[in-house]
């Protein structure tokens, strides 16, 4: 049986996997996985000293957003993190559009 990830295709809409740890990770990939694992350890580790479960449900929710995005198109966590990473290097967004073209593109619409 394929997995989630497998199993829809690229840009279809897709329903977040449950909030529960297992679903959120069979929903991942073997590299994001691993990943999500570090992540869950630490988070449990945190809630256990501090007896405070906010950081859980953060990291659920997070993760939840990353396995739907991979399951409408793999490797989409990674390709943002790359792109981040080279607008931080460059300072540039490629293809970004200029704000000035913004404005006159609303402009427009407004029919101003």
């Not at 909030?19 to 991942?28: E, F, K, M, V």
Request: proline share 8%; no cysteine; charged share 25%.
């Amino acid at each position: 049986m394929a997995s989630p990830a497998e199993s829809t295709a690229r840009g279809a809409p897709t329903v977040p996997p449950d909030a529960d740890p297992g679903a959120i990770r069979r929903a991942l990939s073997p590299r994001l996985a691993e990943e999500f694992d570090v992540e869950w350890a630490h988070a449990l580790d945190q809630a256990k000293a501090s007896m405070n479960l906010t950081g859980i449900y953060q990291l659920l929710l997070k993760w939840r957003g990353i396995a739907a995005a991979e399951q409408r198109d793999p490797g989409a966590h990674f390709r943002l993190l790359a792109k981040a990473e080279q607008i931080l290097q460059t300072g540039q967004h490629p293809g970004a559009v200029p704000v000035e073209d913004l404005h006159a593109l609303i402009g427009e619409r407004l029919g101003r």
